[in-house]
């Protein structure tokens, strides 16, 4: 059985909630940097972060009719031990919990989440943005220099294997 996507009210409703949520973080979060609500594209939005492995991420949020999609680039297309630095990736995807790595434009990495609108209640919607902001944060600072120096070895000093 298929649930019913959510009415036209309840994605206003969801709109509101994270637009509230969001702004409360530029205010609350020191990790937070900047939020903009994307020009481009309909109940979407874009939050720069502070990172220390990273200087700067940005999640790029977007309400769709059936899912919250959050994204961000995590890094360019590897020059080098792309199957090591793939391997190690898919590694870490079996372990990260409604997060993935993907291979996006150019060959670029960047990392997916998403929430499904029909799961989520409205009640637990900022828990879950705490959870999504906070694992995308994490993810990047704990696994970003790791495959920084497998993808670019060589200028990290180390030779290729």
Not at 7 to 20: G, L, P, T, W, Y
Request: aromatic letters at 14%; proline letters at 6%.
């Amino acid at each position: 059985m298929t649930e019913r996507p959510p009415s036209d009210a309840e994605i206003q409703q969801r709109f509101d909630v994270i637009d509230r949520w969001l702004k409360t973080q530029m205010v609350e979060n020191p990790v937070v940097d900047t939020v903009e609500a994307d020009v481009h594209h309909p109940r979407a939005w874009y939050v720069r972060l502070f990172g220390d492995e990273k200087e700067f991420s940005t999640v790029w949020f977007q309400l769709r009719q059936r899912t919250l999609h959050a994204e961000t680039y995590f890094m360019p297309a590897p020059q080098e031990n792309e199957a090591e630095l793939y391997g190690y990736l898919l590694r870490r995807n079996a372990r990260m919990i409604g997060g993935r790595f993907v291979i996006g434009p150019e060959e670029a990495v960047y990392l997916y989440c998403q929430l499904d609108n029909t799961v989520v209640g409205i009640d637990a919607l900022p828990d879950e943005l705490d959870r999504i902001l906070g694992s995308i944060y994490q993810w990047v600072e704990q696994f970003f220099q790791p495959a920084l120096r497998i993808g670019f070895a060589t200028r990290f000093g180390a030779g290729s294997p």
